[in-house]
C-alpha cells in the first residue's frame, strides 16, 4: 500500500510561494530561512486555498467538527512552542482559564524555553479538559497519539522524560479521570481535521 501524498504550502519572504509534494520538498524551501511560513494538507485544493488566503497560520480550511474542546501545540512562529485550545470553529478558549499576560497576541500561549513539543501538546490537553469540565463539554480532542492514548492517562516512561513532563503527566490524568467520571470522552483526530491545530508540524 502506497503512502498518502501530503502536500505542502509556502511563502518565503520576498513573495516566492509554491505548493510542493512531500515534506523533503517543502524543507529545501524553508529550512533556516526567517520569516518562512509553511503548512501540511491533504490535497492541493486546500494548500492552495490557505496561499490565497494569506498563508496566515489561523487561516482554517478544514471541514465542519462536532461541537468540543480542541488542542495542539506547535512551533512555527520560532518562539517555542505554543499551546492552542479552541472550539469546534477554531475561536481560541486559552482566555478563559489563563490571564491575558499569559497569551501571545494571537489568543496562544507559550509553554516555556525549554518545552518540547510533546510537552506542549500535554500541556495544551490539561487546559482543554479544565475548559471542558468547567464549561460541562463531553469531547476533548487533540491529534497527539501520544497525549490522547497514555500522557494524558499517567502512562509515562520516567526514565525518558524530566520530571516537570511526569508531574504535568500525572496532573493531567486526574484532570481526565475526573473529565470522564462526568461523562466525557478523550478523542483523537488527524491534525489535518483540528480546528485547534497551528499548522507548524510536519
Known amino acids: 500500500m502506497s503512502a498518502k501524498k501530503r502536500f505542502y504550502a509556502y511563502v518565503v519572504p ?4 509554491d505548493v510542493v509534494e512531500g515534506w ?10 526567517s ?13 492552495l486555498v490557505w496561499l490565497g488566503m494569506g498563508a496566515e497560520y489561523e487561516v482554517r480550511v478544514k471541514k465542519k467538527m462536532p461541537p468540543g474542546i480542541y488542542f495542539d501545540a506547535g512551533t512555527g ?3 517555542g512552542v505554543e499551546v492552542s485550545v479552541t472550539d469546534a470553529n477554531g475561536k481560541n478558549l486559552l482566555h478563559t482559564v489563563l490571564k491575558k499576560s499569559e ?3 494571537f489568543g496562544k500561549h507559550h509553554a516555556g524555553p525549554e518545552a518540547t513539543n510533546n510537552y506542549g501538546e500535554l500541556l495544551a490537553a490539561k ?15 487533540g491529534d497527539s497519539a501520544l497525549v490522547v492514548n497514555f500522557w494524558s492517562k499517567g502512562i509515562v516512561r520516567k526514565d525518558r522524560v ?6 504535568l ?14 461523562g466525557g470522552h478523550v478523542i483523537r483526530i488527524s491534525g489535518d481535521d483540528n480546528p485547534a491545530d497551528l499548522g507548524f508540524h510536519r
Open 103 to 105: 497569551l501571545n497576541p
Open 169 to 182: 503527566s500525572a496532573a493531567v490524568a486526574r484532570l481526565r479521570k475526573k473529565f470522564e467520571a462526568q
Open 35 to 47: 520569516g518562512a511560513r509553511y503548512r501540511g494538507f491533504s490535497s492541493r485544493e486546500e494548500a
Open 77 to 79: 512562529r520560532g518562539e
Open 127 to 141: 487546559h482543554a479538559l479544565t475548559i471542558a469540565i468547567k464549561a460541562g463539554v463531553k469531547r476533548v480532542t
Open 24 to 33: 523533503p520538498a517543502c524543507e529545501r524551501n524553508v529550512s533556516g530561512v
Open 162 to 167: 524530566d520530571a516537570r513532563t511526569a508531574k
Open 14 to 17: 520576498g513573495g516566492k510561494q
